[in-house]
């Protein structure tokens, strides 16, 4: 991790390289980005209610099996293939890049994930949210999103009661966008929270802190701080309230 101190024209940027901490169960591979250590002597490896954002590979024909998630919000979002789900409240749905999945695990869900044989290969983020309090009620949420716009950010979900198209019962805010060479936008910012980018395909700077692919950065003030792509990229980013009530007991997203 890199820290860049506060200079007169912004604030300080910690950038991170990409995470060592990875999973492989053959035609199921996961790398988990923990936004927390990104941040010189944070005792946390999320950041308020963000708990961790999994970068995910599922190759086609892939099934993993039925399983229960409890008290943690995962939202999939997919850039490109599909990834196929099932749930014991009889759903079955494709999300894709024009759809967005939220799982609100709350007291318990019970859910498959799945790739057909003639699919693409699929790499997605899976980001896990701590909510506000234990046991609520679950729920599954998945939907269409707005068209996506080059060099624009996308807002896809918030806490509940805002204005984005899916909610997470927590104080965080979600955006994408896709950046030809040579873009620049403004990272997103709230008062009072921080924010988290993840390179999610190309490379950025930040300010003028580069930042590759699948590195990251976390801007702790909301300030207007610009994010300019070197070539074609894709990120993320998220504005969090680190003063947000959180739980610690998700199956994953602790």
């Known amino acids: 991790m890199d820290e860049h101190p506060p200079t ?14 990875s ?5 199921f591979r996961i790398h988990l980005n923990f936004p927390g250590h990104a941040v010189p002597e944070h005792d946390d490896h999320g950041y308020g209610p963000l708990a961790t954002v999994v970068e995910s590979f599922m190759d086609p024909g892939t099934l993993i099996r039925m399983h229960q998630h409890r008290n943690e919000e995962i939202v999939s979002w997919v850039p490109d293939g599909v ?3 099932d749930d014991r409240q009889g759903n079955e749905l494709v999300t894709d890049s024009e759809h967005l999945m939220v799982m609100n695990a709350g007291s318990g ?12 290969p699929l790499r997605m983020l899976q980001i896990f949210v701590r909510p ?3 046991n609520l009620e679950p729920n599954i949420q998945h939907g269409p999103i707005p068209d996506a716009a080059p060099d624009e950010w996308r ?3 918030g806490p509940e009661d ?4 899916l909610y997470v019962r927590n104080d965080v805010h979600f955006y994408d966008c896709r950046l030809d060479p040579d873009a620049t936008v403004t990272l997103p910012s709230r008062a009072g929270c921080v924010t988290y980018l993840y390179v999610f395909d190309g490379a950025v700077t930040v300010e003028d802190e580069p930042v590759g692919y699948t590195e990251s950065a976390l801007v702790p003030a909301d300030s207007e701080v610009r994010v300019t792509a070197t070539e074609r990229s894709t990120v993320v980013a998220f504005c969090i309230n680190p003063e947000a009530p959180i739980t610690r007991q998700g199956t994953i997203g602790r």
């Open 162 to 165: 805002g204005d984005a198209p």
């Open 132 to 134: 506000h309090s234990l």
């Open 8 to 21: 007169e024209a912004g604030p300080p940027i910690y950038t991170a390289p990409r995470t060592q901490v």
């Open 155 to 157: 807002y896809l979900f």
């Open 83 to 85: 990834m196929r789900h």
């Open 23 to 27: 999973q492989n169960q053959g035609k």
């Open 109 to 120: 869900f019970w859910h498959a994930e799945e790739t057909y044989g003639d699919d693409p």
